[in-house]
T-cell receptor, first 114, second 117 residues
Framework: AQTVTQSQPEMSVQEAETVTLSCTYD???????LFWYKQPPSRQMILVIR??????QNATENRFSVNFQKAAKSFSLKISDSQLGDTAMYFC???????????FGDGTTLTVKP | GAVVSQHPSRVICKSGTSVKIECRSL??????MFWYRQFPKQSLMLMAT?????????EQGVEKDKFLINHASLTLSTLTVTSAHPEDSSFYIC?????????????FGDGTRLSIL
């Protein structure tokens, strides 16, 4: 079974600075998909970024980028120029090609301080 | 973008009441929907996978007679909490995946906060 580990329960960053959230996973599959979701205090889950394992290029979405290290099974999220609205709980998720459901990490609560 | 509508957003009711929560995919078809339960500051706990036209697949430890799931169409799944008790109070979230492919991300509803008095 796949497992997803987020080793940082809580993190904080000053507004406008950069922060990196870590995520590691364990799988025997070669093709799979990785996602980062954001859950602000409103509790709605929002897809932030996705990465296909067969792509070597790291995904980027505006201020959000990932550092995908397939051999190390690591999938960290970098948030540049942090904004107060980035304050949320962030979940890393793994989806295998044959599995119907995603496996979620325990989440990292990020607080952006003014 | 893909939108999932979950209704109601908040329910407060007496112990013993049955509560139905709806999850709709508004602009895509979802053969599979997922139901999660989430406690404060914790991760999502998958309760069951809802498959259109067939029985739901429940995770270990989840009572299927307590949490009834119906997925009658490609755009609607319902979760009914039967004879709810205070320990059922929680935040319930549904999500759906576009039938377009196994690589599609899950799109989430806004959640339902259930409070049983």
């Amino acid at each position: 079974a796949q497992t997803v580990t987020q080793s940082q329960p809580e993190m904080s960053v000053q507004e406008a600075e950069t922060v990196t959230l870590s995520c590691t996973y364990d799988t025997s599959e070669n093709n799979y998909y990785l996602f980062w979701y954001k859950q602000p205090p409103s509790r709605q889950m929002i897809l932030v970024i996705r990465q296909e394992a067969y792509k070597q290029q790291n995904a980027t979405e505006n201020r959000f980028s990932v550092n995908f290290q397939k051999a190390a099974k690591s999938f960290s999220l970098k948030i540049s120029d942090s904004q107060l609205g980035d304050t949320a709980m962030y979940f890393c998720a793994f989806l295998g090609t044959n599995a119907g459901k995603s496996t979620f990490g325990d989440g990292t609560t990020l607080t952006v301080k003014p | 973008g893909a939108v999932v509508s979950q209704h109601p957003s908040r329910v407060i009711c007496k112990s013993g009441t049955s509560v139905k929560i709806e999850c709709r995919s508004l602009d895509f078809q979802a053969t599979t929907m997922f139901w999660y339960r989430q406690f404060p500051k914790q991760s999502l706990m998958l309760m069951a996978t809802s498959n259109e036209g067939s029985k739901a697949t429940y995770e270990q430890g989840v009572e299927k007679d307590k949490f009834l799931i119906n997925h009658a169409s490609l755009t609607l799944s319902t979760l009914t909490v039967t004879s709810a008790h205070p320990e059922d109070s929680s935040f319930y979230i549904c999500s759906a995946r576009d039938r377009g492919g196994s690589n599609q991300p899950q799109h989430f509803g806004d959640g339902t906060r259930l409070s049983i008095l």
